[in-house]
Nanobody, 117 residues
Framework: QVQVVESGGGLVQPGGSLKLSCTAS????????WAWYRQGPEKERELVAG???????RYADSVKGRFTISRNAAKNTVTLQMNNLRPEDTAVYYC???????????WGQGTQVTVFS
């Protein structure tokens, strides 16, 4: 079983930056794919950014050019650098570590990001 812990959320003004971190531990913590999702107020959870073991990345259209997902394999850590934040980026951000095909994996508890004027 993989344990996933996120950190780095907080309050920021529009145009600001935050860096989220996700650390995995336990059996198979290295994973085969990693992703950040978010769920805003009264919204469904959506994929923000994903990274697979071959290095390929995927981003939601709304964050392209502003967010960057990266991984430190030695530390089993995945980060999400978020720049030029907007009020609509306000959400709880969740990290998912996928350990097997079919999307089987573990979720973190989430970290709140609030962008306010």
């Amino acid at each position: 079983q993989v344990q996933v812990v996120e950190s780095g959320g907080g309050l920021v003004q529009p145009g600001g930056s935050l860096k989220l971190s996700c650390t995995a531990s336990g059996n198979r913590a290295s994973g085969i794919a990693w992703a950040w999702y978010r769920q805003g107020p009264e919204k469904e959870r959506e994929l923000v950014a994903g990274l697979v073991s071959n290095g390929s990345t995927r981003y939601a259209d709304s964050v392209k050019g502003r967010f960057t997902i990266s991984r430190n394999a030695a530390k089993n850590t995945v980060t999400l650098q978020m720049n030029n934040l907007r009020p609509e980026d306000t959400a709880v951000y969740y990290c998912k570590v996928v350990i097997a095909s079919g999307g089987i994996g573990s979720w973190g508890q989430g970290t709140q990001v609030t962008v306010f004027s």
